[in-house]
Nanobody
């Protein structure tokens, strides 16, 4: 059983920064790809970023590229999302998600690529 817990959300002014954390438990996370998604009010959940199990490969949605950075500390079984230059349109509940396939070569952008999900953390960016 895999449990994921996000933290670090909050209220920030436009142009500010936040760092989200996602702590995993229940299995060794260092061999699994991880993803970040978000869901704004009235909208579908969307892909934000992904990071491969080795940590050296990442991908990002165009809307956050250059502003957000995802990283991981496999020793702590934790994944991070550093969010800079935040905009009001970044307001959403942010979720981390985990792949179920160890050592996967694919780094997915779809919700279906990640069967395990955290409960989400709210990020609100004021203008």
């Amino acid at each position: 059983q895999v449990q994921l817990a996000e933290s670090g959300g909050g209220l920030v002014q436009a142009g500010g920064s936040l760092r989200l954390s996602c702590a995993g438990s229940g299995r060794t996370g260092s061999t699994y790809n991880m993803g970040w998604f978000r869901q704004a009010p009235g909208k579908e959940r969307e892909f934000v970023s992904g990071i491969a199990w080795r940590g050296g490969r990442t991908n990002y949605a165009d809307s956050v590229k250059g502003r957000f950075t995802t990283s991981r500390d496999n020793g702590k079984n934790t994944v991070y999302l550093q969010m800079n230059s935040l905009k009001p349109e970044d307001t959403a509940v942010y979720y981390c998600a985990a792949d179920s396939r160890p050592y996967s070569a694919g780094l997915g952008r779809s919700e279906s690529d990640y069967p395990y999900w955290g409960q989400g953390t709210q990020v609100t960016v004021s203008s």
